[in-house]
């Protein structure tokens, strides 16, 4: 389990880095006037989220087979009312100032993420059966 909780972290990081870098491109090349100061933030709030999903998943164990599943389905609630709480801190400090793209980046990011977190489910629940 230790194997796949590193091999899911890199993949994490790798995904995250490249989106972030790709949007960051995309976003200063083609679209200049797109670009706000909170930006990395963004990625930096699923990194941390993500590796705390992955710790969380791997440490849930088999005993009851529907623990995991009630687990990411908790998390994927966390993940959208912590969500939700960013963007309106967002909101409450910058008014509608670029309101509008940081939402629509959040929202990209969010599906990038929604996507590896299920990968994520998958290969924790392939680990915990094959060791059961």
């Known amino acids: 389990m230790k194997k796949l909780k590193k091999n899911l972290d890199l993949l994490l990081a790798a995904v995250l880095l490249f989106s972030s870098l790709l949007g960051w491109f995309v976003i200063d090349r083609y679209f200049p006037d797109f670009y706000f100061d909170w ?15 992955i710790s969380i998943l791997s440490k849930t164990n088999n005993k ?3 623990k995991p599943v009630n687990m990411f389905m908790l998390l994927r609630l966390v993940k959208f009312l912590l969500s939700f709480t960013l ?4 909101y ?7 309101f509008r793209e940081f939402a629509l980046t959040f929202a990209m990011f969010y599906f990038i993420y929604l996507a590896m977190e299920t990968y994520f489910f998958y290969r924790t629940e392939k680990e915990l059966k094959k060791n059961f």
């Open 39 to 53: 930006y990395p933030v963004i990625p930096v709030f699923f990194f941390f989220f993500g590796l705390i999903n």
């Open 64 to 66: 009851n087979p529907r």
């Open 87 to 90: 963007l309106g801190i967002y």
């Open 92 to 98: 409450l400090i910058n008014g509608e100032n670029h």
